[in-house]
T-cell receptor
Framework: NAGVTQTPKFRVLKTGQSMTLLCAQDMNHEYMYWYRQDPGMGLRLIHYSVGEGTTAKGEVPDGYNVSRLKKQNFLLGLESAAPSQTSVYFC?????????????FGPGTRLTVT | AQSVTQLDSHVSVSEGTPVLLRCNYSSSYSPSLFWYVQHPNKGLQLLLKYTSAATLVKGINGFEAEFKKSETSFHLTKPSAHMSDAAEYFCVVSAPGGAKLVFGAGTILRVKS
């Protein structure tokens, strides 16, 4: 049981390049999330998904797209990377527990855009 | 809407002394509350979570937090700090039954030997 995994762990992009971050979970969770973490700002929600084939915008969605074609995978895409997207990206998944959703996090992807 | 304020961006304690990390929340409803810990270059790990069952919540590694509705607070405490507790701690809130979490800005805990 690997939990939540993220690929790749590190990436350096040049401005304007595109890339896709992959998140996979093996806990059969319904919900999946993408966050970015910047110093002094905690984690901010980019996009999330409440089930296969559905996605929704979070707090900071601009410049990102997502897809959830399979329940266990959630992809985050950057079509034209900008230096402002330099950050650490975390994926999470969750399921309902006694009235709330406990989220399980992946190890993160450190992205640098030059 | 829910929001969280972590009152200290940095806290420094000596090993063996108590730890207090402060968190105030704002919520229109009775919220779900969490504390997560992040060690350097690692992902986030759940320390503890609040349900409506008990106001004093015990978590892993000797941490606990008390939900005080009258003060809208959910402070994290530990009686005796250990060097391995040095990390960043996040207070998190969600609406009851809500799938989205709102994170505080984080508190970096430094433990001096």
């Amino acid at each position: 049981n690997a939990g939540v995994t993220q690929t790749p762990k590190f990436r350096v992009l040049k401005t304007g390049q595109s890339m896709t971050l992959l998140c996979a979970q093996d806990m059969n969770h319904e919900y999946m999330y993408w966050y970015r973490q910047d110093p002094g700002m905690g984690l901010r929600l980019i996009h999330y998904s409440v089930g296969e084939g559905t996605t929704a915008k979070g707090e900071v969605p601009d410049g990102y797209n997502v897809s959830r074609l399979k329940k266990q995978n959630f992809l985050l895409g950057l079509e034209s990377a900008a230096p402002s997207q330099t950050s650490v990206y975390f994926c999470a998944s969750s399921t309902l527990w006694r009235g709330g959703y406990e989220q399980y996090f992946g190890p993160g992807t450190r992205l640098t855009v030059t | 809407a829910q929001s969280v304020t972590q009152l200290d961006s940095h806290v420094s304690v000596s090993e063996g002394t108590p730890v207090l990390l402060r968190c105030n929340y704002s919520s229109s409803y009775s919220p779900s509350l969490f504390w997560y810990v992040q060690h350097p270059n690692k992902g986030l790990q759940l320390l503890l979570k609040y349900t409506s069952a008990a106001t004093l919540v015990k978590g892993i590694n000797g941490f606990e937090a008390e939900f005080k509705k009258s003060e809208t607070s959910f402070h994290l405490t530990k009686p005796s700090a250990h060097m391995s507790d040095a990390a960043e701690y996040f207070c998190v809130v969600s609406a009851p039954g809500g799938a989205k979490l709102v994170f505080g800005a984080g508190t970096i805990l430094r433990v001096k030997s």
